[in-house]
């Protein structure tokens, strides 16, 4: 490929990350468009200041949590970078990907945007990327055996075939886990995938993986329990189960943000006979809180860095011009 060729390439990867911008909010805006403006503010106005107090409280922790993936991949290509930089990639990529869906790529295009300005190599961001999307695999593995413990028995109904499927899903989970927590203890050797090669993390860094992955995910499910607990007694062992196998399942649907897919299935698993419109009440607060106004404010911050960054360059393109003329005057004379 010519260097012309790899500029454009990197320019259109680049530019990718504010499409993906776009396309997460759009999806918020497709989210809420299928209710009435009325019955979003009845449904934020019946939940009490605490409960939306803690619910906020807790969509923050989780965003510390996701940000924290960014400075485990640091660590794992053995870069340094000022906090403020990993954190601020991490809450703009992740408030992004949670609701464009597709993380790698949507994800992946704004933190290459990001990191390539912070002189980091392409691979090098490869490898940031590919090693988030495994600490999200392996809470999830980790978090699926949970949720199989603790989900009720008439989740995925009576069938046999329904039982067989969720008893596989456990299987193949603690066997992906098993096999990854041992290949960090026993396999040293790098694989090399078209020329990126990957380093097994060790068992510390990988257990250091499902702890956060899981922090991420726990803190996403108090959220919701934050709004739902004040209109349904549900005890958190029992919630927790029914949060996890709808939010992991609403993540591999691939469905941006888990659209329909993770209200379907909550509102299929979680026991008792319950008023939907309370449910979906407490699950569009959820929505708002914890995608919504993390995309608002993200999109304030990057639209603030973006400008920052053009009056920036503007600012050392006029200085450079000024020395040189100075330079040429100078010569001159």
């Not at 708002?288 to 608002?296: Q, R, S």
């Not at 404010?297 to 920052?308: D, H």
Request: charge should be positive; include cysteine; aromatic fraction near 16%.
């Amino acid at each position: 490929m010519s260097f012309q060729a790899k500029r454009i390439l990197k320019k259109i990867i680049s530019w990718a990350g504010l499409f993906f911008f776009a396309l997460a909010a759009y999806m918020i805006y497709l989210q809420l468009s299928k209710y009435q403006l009325s019955d979003i503010k009845d449904a934020l106005l019946h939940i009490p200041a605490h409960n939306l107090g803690m619910a906020c409280l807790a969509s923050f922790l989780g965003y510390v949590a996701l940000s924290s993936y960014d400075y485990l991949a640091l660590r794992y290509i053995h870069r340094k970078l000022a906090p403020w930089k990993w954190i601020f990639a991490g809450f703009i990529g992740f408030s992004v990907s949670n609701n464009a869906g597709h993380a790698i790529v949507s994800g992946g295009a704004i933190r290459y945007r990001l990191y390539t300005r912070w002189r980091f190599h392409a691979t090098e961001i490869i490898r940031m990327v590919t090693f988030s999307g495994f600490t999200y695999l392996v809470a999830c593995f980790f978090l699926i055996i949970c949720g199989y413990f603790l989900t009720p028995d008439h989740a995925f109904g009576d069938g046999t075939v329904s039982k067989f499927t969720t008893l596989l899903v456990t299987i193949v989970s603690a066997v992906g886990l098993a096999v990854y927590l041992g290949a960090s203890l026993f396999y040293k050797k790098p694989i090399v995938i078209k020329e990126v090669e990957l380093d097994i993390p060790s068992f510390r860094m990988a257990l250091a993986q499902i702890f956060i992955g899981g922090a991420d995910i726990l803190m996403a499910s108090l959220v919701l329990y934050s709004v739902l607990i004040y209109f349904v007694p549900l005890p958190f062992d029992i919630f927790i189960g029914v949060f996890i196998i709808a939010q992991v399942l609403g993540v591999f649907s691939q469905v941006p943000g888990g659209l329909g897919v993770f209200e379907t299935l909550f509102l299929l698993i979680i026991p008792g006979d319950h008023n939907q419109a309370v449910l979906f009440g407490a699950l569009i607060a959820y929505r708002i809180i914890y995608y919504l106004l993390p995309l608002v404010i993200s999109g304030i911050v990057l639209v603030s860095y973006e400008s920052y960054q053009k009056i920036h360059r503007a600012q050392t393109i006029r200085q450079i011009l000024a020395e040189r003329l100075k330079l040429k005057l100078k010569k001159s004379k």
